[in-house]
C-alpha cells in the first residue's frame, strides 16, 4: 500500500503558484519523498525529490516540515500543461529491493 | 538525461492472440525494469518487477503465465500478454532504474477486440 495521502484533485489558476499537499506521517529515517506526475496517456514523469531539506529545481519547489510527516510539492506559476495527476511517493533511495508503488495521487486542473 | 523507449505506443489485436511490448534503457543500463498496468482513472499497478538475467517477480495477482517478462540484456525488457482478451485492455508502461533513479516509458495503450 502507499504510504501517503493526498487530496483527490485541486484547481489552481492559471499564472499562480499550485501547492500540492502530502502527508506522509509514517516516514521512516532513511526514505526520500519523491514527487512524479502524469500527463494524461503518458508515462510518469520525475519532478523533484528530498529527504529533510527543501530542495528546488527548474520545475518545482518541495517543502518538507521539520517532523517530515508531511511536504508540499510548489509548482510557482502553473500553467495549462501542468495539468496533471501528481503523484507524492516515499522510498528509500536506490535500495536493492526498492520500487516505486503508487497511490491515487493529485488531480492538479490548471484554469485559464 | 535518461531516456526509457517503450514500443508500440499503442497496438490493436484480436482476442486470442498474443501482443509483445518492448521497454529499452536508451543511454544507460538498467539491471531492473518494471512493468505497471493502468486502467482509466485509475492509478498505475505494479504487475512485474524485471532482473536482467532471472525471473521476474509478478505481484500478487497478477498471472505470470499470462504475462511473460523476459529481460535477456541490460537494455531491453518485454511484456508479452499471451491469448490477450478484451478485459487486458489497459495502458501498460514499463520504468527502468538506472544510476539516476527511475525512468518512465511513455507507455503502450493496447485494445483488444
Known amino acids: 500500500d502507499a504510504k501517503t495521502t493526498q487530496p483527490t484533485s485541486m484547481d489552481c489558476a492559471e499564472g499562480r503558484a499550485a501547492n500540492l499537499p502530502c502527508n506522509h506521517s509514517?516516514?521512516?529515517?532513511?526514505?526520500?519523498v519523491y514527487w512524479y506526475r502524469q500527463i494524461h496517456s503518458q508515462g510518469p514523469q520525475y519532478i523533484i525529490h528530498?529527504?529533510?531539506n527543501n530542495e528546488t529545481n527548474e520545475m518545482a519547489s518541495l517543502i518538507i516540515t521539520e517532523d517530515r510527516k508531511s511536504s508540499t510539492l510548489i509548482l510557482p506559476h502553473a500553467t495549462l500543461r501542468d495539468t496533471a495527476v501528481y503523484y507524492c511517493?516515499?522510498?528509500?533511495?536506490?535500495?536493492?529491493?526498492?520500487?516505486?508503488?503508487f497511490g491515487k495521487g493529485t488531480r492538479l486542473h490548471i484554469l485559464p | 538525461g535518461a531516456v526509457v523507449s517503450q514500443h508500440p505506443s499503442w497496438v490493436i489485436c484480436k482476442s486470442g492472440t498474443s501482443v509483445k511490448i518492448e521497454c529499452r534503457s536508451l543511454?544507460?543500463?538498467?539491471?531492473?525494469m518494471f512493468w505497471y498496468r493502468q486502467f482509466p482513472k485509475q492509478s498505475l499497478m505494479l504487475m512485474a518487477t524485471?532482473?536482467?538475467?532471472?525471473?521476474?517477480?509478478?505481484e500478487q495477482g497478477v498471472e505470470k503465465d499470462k504475462f511473460l517478462i523476459n529481460h535477456a540484456s541490460l537494455t531491453l525488457s518485454t511484456l508479452t500478454v499471451t491469448s490477450a482478451h478484451p478485459e487486458d485492455s489497459s495502458f501498460y508502461i514499463c520504468?527502468?532504474?538506472?544510476?539516476?533513479?527511475?525512468?518512465f516509458g511513455s507507455g503502450t495503450r493496447l485494445t483488444v477486440v
Open positions: 528530498g529527504l529533510k
Open positions: 520504468s527502468a532504474r538506472g544510476g539516476q533513479g527511475y525512468t
Open positions: 511517493i516515499v522510498r528509500v533511495l536506490m535500495n536493492r529491493d526498492d520500487k516505486i508503488i
Open positions: 543511454d544507460f543500463q538498467a539491471t531492473t
Open positions: 509514517t516516514i521512516s529515517g532513511n526514505e526520500y
Open positions: 524485471s532482473n536482467e538475467g532471472s525471473k521476474a517477480t509478478y
